[in-house]
């Protein structure tokens, strides 16, 4: 099934001469990793063809990876084929354009919640899209070309969303397509170096919500980022946003989440679990994912609780039902 819907997309782009690559909003390394990457092989195989990366924001802390290029006219659109990358919902694209293009395609490994597009390739249980896109490439690779720098993009694609080849997703396929991705020569270590490396500041504001955890009765630990704390620290998106990092190595907490606070009174929720499933809980509040990392919005302190208590009572059950898993 995988194989002809890849087969249609590749017709698609061969049918095409503007080409349309777009991404979540609030783009991670994946988002971005796999658009730049798509593009590049697109560009290097069929030098005619002109693409694109649409997008009403970016992450300038993903600029390293590379130039995403000029983003396209509405004439640009013309005929296009548009592809979305990593995301499942309309509504999360980074674009307001999406039906000005004469096909729309998805690629993604989200957990689905409605359809959209044309032609649609979804993968729930991989890890990446870029390691969806170097599949894509492998498939057809005598007619496909990976270059150094397209390589390097899929590479930090694949590292950021398997959490270092840790999370759930990463397979033997997934070591396999990164293996190819090696073999073209990449930098791995200036590629780590640029992701993982904090400036003082943030690290010392982590420093701040690491004391600022608190647990709840079966063990869910959560940060709470409030306005005051942001304009206090002075606390960049970025840096409010990997705070949730530093919840994933607690013993007994096997969800952990963080509340950054919007500026119109609402909180976006970040939450991420070891083997328990919390996307369905995600989606009742207005969000959704994958099993054990999903995003939300609570609306109000009375839903901020609610989903705190969705959550430990998830967390209750699991432990209940798997003494040994700590
Ligand atoms: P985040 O915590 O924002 O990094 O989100 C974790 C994962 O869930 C990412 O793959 C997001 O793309 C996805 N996600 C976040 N918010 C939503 C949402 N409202 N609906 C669907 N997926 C989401």
């Keep these: 099934m995988n194989e002809i819907i890849k087969l249609s997309i590749l017709e698609k782009i061969k049918e095409h001469a503007n080409i349309i690559l777009c991404r979540h909003i609030r783009p991670d390394g994946d988002a971005v990793g796999s658009t730049i990457g798509l593009k590049e092989i697109i560009e290097a195989s069929s030098p005619e063809k002109k693409v694109f990366i649409e997008r009403d924001d970016e992450n300038p802390t993903l600029s390293f990876i590379g130039d995403e ?3 396209p006219s509405d004439d640009d659109f013309m005929d296009a084929l548009v592809i979305v990358l990593d995301c499942g919902e309309e509504t999360r694209v980074s674009s307001k354009r999406l039906t000005l293009g004469s096909c729309l395609a998805v690629i ?3 957990i689905k919640n409605g359809d959209f597009g044309d032609l649609s390739w979804v993968e729930e249980n991989r890890n990446s899209v870029s390691e969806m896109v170097t599949d894509f490439w492998k498939t057809f690779e005598n007619e496909l070309v990976l270059t150094k720098h397209a390589a390097a993009c899929l590479f ?4 950021t969303d398997t959490g270092r080849f840790k999370f759930r997703g990463t397979s033997a396929e997934t070591l396999r397509l990164s293996a190819l991705l090696l073999e073209k020569g990449i930098d791995y270590e200036t590629i780590y170096n640029n992701i993982d490396v904090k400036d003082f500041k943030d690290v010392s504001d982590h420093a701040y919500l690491m004391n600022n955890i608190k647990v709840t009765k079966s063990g869910v630990a959560y940060i709470n980022i409030t306005r005051k704390i942001i304009d206090d620290l002075k606390l960049n998106s970025q ?3 990997d705070s949730v990092t530093l919840m994933e190595n607690i013993k007994g907490s096997l969800i952990w989440l963080v509340f950054i606070a919007n500026e119109d009174g609402s909180a976006r929720a970040r939450i991420r679990s070891r083997f328990v499933a919390i996307e369905p809980i995600a989606r009742k509040y ?4 994958h099993a054990c990392a999903s995003g939300a919005t609570v609306y109000s302190e009375e839903e901020a609780c609610n989903l705190l208590s969705d959550l430990d009572g998830a967390l209750s ?3 209940e039902n798997n003494p040994d898993v700590f």
């Design 239 to 241: 840096a409010a946003s």
């Design 286 to 289: 207005h969000g959704g994912g």
């Design 108 to 110: 993604d490994h989200h």
């Design 69 to 71: 290029g000029p983003v």
């Design 156 to 159: 930090t694609g694949i590292v």
């Design 317 to 319: 059950a699991f432990k």
